[in-house]
């Protein structure tokens, strides 16, 4: 003879459950979301506290149910079409983050997206989860790097510095803090220094040409050769006469678009 | 009469699998497969599924794949997510309700020996088994039940956690390349010693986990909100470590072309190697003009500028002996 004892899932519809013995499971409205619609759960939604169903939105065939607790009515949601409803729905934060599962009867989930559209609210009296189907998750630690555009990083989270960002990693030599060592504690500096050639990297999709730089000049004067390099800032300076010529014939003025070397005196008419 | 409590229901029940994935129709001895697997041999389990794997149903499913006895030792290897693997194990004649916490294999072999992996390679869980004494109906010593072709024991999905996207392991560090300096087309080409590739990446081979700080560096400013818990890095010259006196390696692999004779990292010119002005006249283009008394030819394919002081177009006199006589 063999004991066989009900299934799990059979065992629960006698009873409330996953919701508190305590719940109504019916709103206000009189809408009731029943004792065997929803067979199991398994909630972690992080940072929240006393789960339960908060509302049922249904919309234009989609119908998204919002778990929520004391301070946020919709801290999970699971959506699923009116026309296949499901019998595991997966719940997700507003980050789309795992929230839980809930095991559902399709046939009695159809039934409640039959509901009229629009938003059927629940209390937590009404419709709180049982505590065993409900695991504590502590927004502890990071949980993930966020960008002013919303856009979200987990798991393992690559910095990358570019365009003059120099990222470099030290032993931290700071204070200590909550207890732990200071040399605990590694460190990533940002050192912003800029790309020296960066006017390349701008025109590249330009086809940039690497110009040819004059590095020297170099004089041939009566039978002699000499190179003149250009100083510190990179300028070289031609004069015409010498310190011995107060005033020279020779000049050399400057102008907007070049130098003019000119002879001053009478031209030939 | 069966004792009362949790445990001892699921023995009588194929919970924690799915119904009719476990303990049906299993025989009273003899080889069996999965699907018929003892409902007393299991009695409850759980498993956190890595922060790896996605959040799809099928990051719900976990199947026990094997059960096997060798040295005296029942193995349940439950197949998990991503390929890897988790085994408890049990002595023969253990006692019951034994509660066992296990770590899986490696998920994903080849993804997962990526250097500096910060963390979330594994998936947890663990297990309860009831009553083993009557394993030597079912498996002899060195045999092996395998998952054929019919869905074996499947773990209720309300026993799964799944964790994709709620944490951050740690950070890797890294940075683009620079922009290189690049010989013009008739010119001879820079080279580059340690392999450096247009476009690599300086990646630390290592990850950066625990209390981690951001420290700001040259021209560097950091700003921290603890209302909305947010750091605004900012760049500010001068600020931080101030402005930076020489040049900063981007990794240790960042280093000056072959020959290069000023030791920049980018190859390019320092300030005073190349002429950007001439009295203070810079380029690109620079006009070398004469207007009386001066030639300026030039020999283009000599690179040559000749600025010859002729007086060609000059009225140029001089008194002769016979005009001072005659004055």
Redesign the interface.
């Given at each position: 003879m063999r004991?066989?004892?009900?299934?799990?899932?059979?065992?629960q519809l006698s009873g409330n459950y996953p919701f508190g013995d305590q719940a109504t499971l019916i709103n206000a409205s009189g809408r009731s979301v029943g004792p065997d619609t929803f067979l199991?759960?398994?909630l972690?939604v992080?940072g929240a506290g006393l789960l339960y169903l908060s509302k049922i939105e249904i919309e234009s065939g989609e119908v998204t149910l919002h778990v929520g607790d004391a301070t946020h009515a919709s801290l999970a949601t699971a959506t699923f079409s009116a026309a296949a409803p499901p019998e595991?729905l997966?719940l997700?934060d507003e980050?789309?983050?795992?929230a839980g599962?809930l095991?559902a009867d399709s046939q009695k989930l159809a039934a409640i997206a039959a509901w009229s559209d629009g938003i059927h609210v629940f209390t937590y009296d009404e419709t709180n989860f049982v505590v065993a189907?409900c695991?504590p998750?502590p927004q502890i630690?990071?949980?993930?790097?966020k960008l002013a555009d919303g856009s979200?990083?987990?798991?393992?989270?690559?910095?990358?510095?570019?365009?003059g960002?120099?990222?470099?990693?030290?032993d931290?030599d700071?204070a200590a803090?909550?207890g732990?060592l200071a040399e605990?504690?590694?460190?990533?500096?940002?050192?912003?220094?800029g790309?020296?050639?960066?006017v390349?990297?701008l025109c590249d999709g330009l086809e940039f040409?690497?110009?040819?730089?004059?590095?020297?000049?170099r004089v041939h004067n009566r039978g002699q050769t000499y190179e003149v390099?250009?100083?510190?800032?990179?300028?070289?300076?031609?004069l015409t006469g010498d310190a011995l010529a107060t005033r020279p014939?020779?000049r050399?003025r400057?102008q907007s678009?070049?130098?003019?070397?000119?002879?001053?005196?009478?031209?030939?008419e | 009469m069966p004792k009362p409590g949790f445990f001892n229901d699921n023995a009588n029940r194929a919970y924690p699998f799915l119904e009719g994935t476990a303990g049906v129709d299993t025989p009273d001895q003899g080889p069996l497969t999965l699907q018929q697997l003892p409902n007393g041999w299991i009695v409850d389990c759980g498993f956190t599924i890595s922060p790896l794997v996605g959040n799809g149903p099928t990051a719900l499913v976990v199947q026990l794949a094997r059960v096997r006895r060798q040295n005296g030792v029942i193995y349940f290897e439950f197949a998990v997510p991503a390929g890897g693997t988790i085994i408890f194990s049990r002595v023969v004649g253990e006692t019951e309700y034994l509660t066992e916490y296990q770590d899986s294999s490696m998920l994903n072999e080849s993804a997962s020996a990526e250097e500096g992996r910060c963390g979330g390679l594994f998936t947890t869980g663990y297990l309860v088994t009831g009553s083993l004494e009557n394993v030597d109906q079912y498996l002899a010593e060195g045999d092996s039940i395998e998952l054929g072709e019919s869905d074996g024991p499947t773990v209720d999905p309300t026993l799964v956690q799944l964790q994709a996207n709620t944490m951050v392991f740690g950070f890797r560090v890294g940075n683009d390349d620079r922009t290189r300096y690049e010989a013009p087309a008739e010119c001879d080409p820079v080279e580059w010693p340690n392999e450096l590739e247009e476009g690599v990446l300086h990646m630390q081979p290592f990850c950066l986990a625990g209390p981690v700080r951001l420290k700001p560096g040259f021209n560097c400013q950091i700003k921290q909100n603890n209302v909305d818990n947010s750091l605004t890095i900012s760049a500010v010259l001068g600020a931080g470590e101030g402005q930076p006196c020489q040049q900063i390696q981007l990794s240790d692999r960042d280093t000056p072309p072959a020959g290069s004779t000023n030791g920049l990292l980018e190859g390019g010119f320092l300030c005073n190697e190349v002429i950007r002005t001439i009295n203070g006249r810079g380029g690109p283009r620079l006009t070398i003009m004469s207007v009386h008394g001066v030639t300026v030819t030039s020999v283009s394919a000599e690179h040559r500028l000749v600025i010859d002081v002729n007086l060609n177009d000059m009225v140029t006199c001089y008194k002769s002996p016979d005009d001072e006589s005659q004055s």
């Open positions: 004991i066989v004892h009900p299934e799990w899932r059979a065992e199991d759960a398994h972690y992080i595991m997966l997700q980050f789309e983050r795992s599962v095991i189907c695991l998750m630690g990071v949980r993930a790097i979200l990083f987990t798991n393992d989270v690559v910095l990358v510095g570019s365009n960002i120099v990222l470099r990693t030290e931290n700071g803090h909550c732990v605990t504690f590694p460190t990533i500096r940002v050192d912003i220094v790309d020296p050639l960066f390349r990297k040409t690497a110009p040819r730089p004059v590095r020297k000049l390099t250009p100083d510190d800032h990179g300028n070289v300076t031609i014939a020779l050399l400057e678009d070049g130098l003019v070397f000119e002879v001053l005196g009478t031209t030939i | -």
